[in-house]
């Protein structure tokens, strides 16, 4: 009697918990604005052709939320600064956007306010030369990554 009864009760409680969590959970991979996001590829490839077009490579130190990076490529003159989005692949609210300030050695250095070890999409962007650097990096304290498309 308690296998004939006891199947069919275990399957209508994990129906609720799943019916719950699919109720409740957050849909973060899935964009509100599509339109948007569109016109933001469309332009985010101008300016991934134009890195390309000046060869713009950057080496990059993230040390305990401390980003330094060094940028080269053909360049007229070096930007005053850079932002750096560190792009969580799955959850959006672990995305960061960090202003690098250039600093009197030449190289860029922010802060970032949280922790962002391990996988992560990077993208590195003059929005005064119009040019961004996307690469996807393995993120370790203390170890240099190279970005370049």
Not at 12 to 30: E, F, N, P, R
Not at 62 to 80: C, F, M, V
Not at 99 to 108: A, H, I, N, T
């Amino acid at each position: 009697m308690l296998l004939v009864v006891g199947v069919p009760v275990v399957a209508i409680c994990w129906g609720m918990v799943i019916i719950t969590l699919a109720v409740t959970g957050k849909d973060s991979l899935v964009s509100d604005s599509y339109y948007k996001d569109g016109m933001a590829y469309t332009e985010n490839n101008t300016f991934i052709d134009k890195a390309k077009r000046l060869q713009v490579k950057a080496d990059m130190v993230y040390n305990e939320g401390e980003i330094r990076a060094t940028i080269s490529g053909y360049l007229d003159e070096q930007p005053s600064f850079l932002n750096m989005q560190l792009i969580h692949p799955t959850l959006e609210t672990r995305d960061e956007t960090v202003m690098l300030q250039q600093m009197s050695d030449g190289s860029y250095l922010g802060l970032a306010n949280h922790d962002h070890l391990g996988k992560r999409k990077l993208w590195l962007q003059s929005p005064e030369q119009e040019w961004m650097v996307k690469d996807e990096a393995l993120i370790e304290n203390g170890k240099s990554l190279t970005l370049s498309q």
